[in-house]
């Protein structure tokens, strides 16, 4: 179960992402991918686990969803790319649901755990469900990288950019995929995804402060705003019955 959770989140979900990228430029499909995770999840756990939210818990995850959005939608002077529209939608919502319903795996994954008596707790054990599903994820870009060499498909990457980016991509598996997954199933292994996934679509929220500092982006009222919306709407939810 851990396995193909990854290949849906890590290798579908997140190849999708990527295509969203250039089209829908970055914080447009962050917004998708991020905020539109936790209800296609929420859905899946519900009809497949039985899984449901109270209320009060749905209202506070809302909060946090329309407050990450508000916060992360570009400005109207904002120079991202926003071409080939159609296609970005739809990478952005495969990515969506590759990233909500990887989660739902490894709630199944979890639950099948402990049917057998071999529960998952703990920090080594949330390492370890990261490091399965990462399996599941480099065996399908595996797949996807041999379908574009079968394929012949033109290749624009310069080695020496490679070069250049080695020390950033050691760092970005280190802190996202290593550390920031085994967290994020550490979550899993005690939390719904109804729970989880809205308060981990905050991640983007973190970038903000790097992004102003290192890249002199302009933090708008409206990103504020919706932070602040955002923040409360994970205490609520941390506090909610």
């Not at 008596?117 to 990261?130: K, P, S, T, Y």
């Not at 995929?177 to 679509?201: D, E, K, M, R």
Request: with cysteine; hydrophobic share 50%; net charge positive.
């Amino acid at each position: 179960w851990l396995f193909l959770s990854g290949c849906i989140g890590f290798g579908v979900g997140d190849l999708a992402l990527f295509q969203a990228y250039p089209r829908l430029g970055a914080r447009r499909a962050i917004v998708m991918a991020q905020c539109g995770a936790a209800p296609m999840a929420a859905i899946v756990e519900w009809a497949w686990l039985g899984h449901a939210p109270t209320l009060t818990q749905a209202g506070y995850a809302l909060l946090i969803l329309v407050g990450v959005s508000f916060a992360l939608l570009p400005h109207e002077d904002s120079d991202e790319p926003a071409h080939h529209l159609r296609a970005g939608i739809l990478f952005g919502v495969v990515s969506a649901f590759g990233q909500g319903f990887g989660a739902v795996l490894s709630r199944k994954a979890y639950a099948v755990a402990a049917a057998h008596h071999q529960e998952f707790h703990g920090v080594g054990d949330g390492l370890n469900a990261a490091y399965q599903r990462m399996l599941g994820g480099i065996f399908v870009t595996g797949v996807f990288f041999l379908y574009l060499k079968l394929a012949h498909k033109p290749d624009d990457t310069r080695p020496n950019n490679w070069r250049k980016a080695w020390p950033l991509l050691i760092a970005n598996c280190l802190a996202g995929p290593t550390l920031g997954v085994t967290c994020y199933q550490w979550a899993l292994i005690s939390t719904p995804t109804t729970i989880a996934l809205p308060i981990i679509a905050t991640t983007p929220l973190m970038v903000i402060p790097f992004a102003h500092f290192i890249d002199g982006e302009r933090v708008t009222r409206h990103t504020v705003f919706g932070g602040i919306a955002a923040v409360a709407g994970v205490v609520g939810l941390a506090l909610a019955k």
